[in-house]
């Protein structure tokens, strides 16, 4: 676009607005790549995370007391509704206790 600007003749207006326009997707695009990778990095450290625990858990043989740790890397959220509690765990399985 700007070498066409500089071998042809035409209204330098109509080359800025379509130049700012351009620009501005650009920036967009930039922006939007800067979001996924930052979301993408989350994502690989709470899997690693993830994975640690779940190594933590293989190892031992059985949970004989209550672990906050465990439970927060493993329940992504709890629905609660008027008769029920619905788990939701990062690894996409739920769990419906009725109350």
């Given amino acids: 676009m700007v070498l066409e600007n500089a071998s042809t003749i035409q209204d330098q207006e109509d080359y800025q607005k379509r130049y700012d326009y351009l620009s501005g997707k650009y920036e967009e695009g930039k922006k939007q790549l800067k979001a996924l990778e930052d979301e993408r990095a989350a994502r690989a450290t709470q899997k690693e995370l993830l994975e640690l ?8 043989d059985v949970l004989t007391e209550w672990n906050e740790s ?22 996409g399985e739920s769990i419906k206790i009725k109350l």
Avoid: A, D, G, P
């Fill in 53 to 60: 625990k779940i190594k933590e858990l293989e190892e031992s």
């Fill in 70 to 91: 465990i439970f927060r890397m493993s329940v992504e959220e709890i629905l609660v509704s008027k008769n029920n509690l619905t788990f939701k765990f990062y690894i």
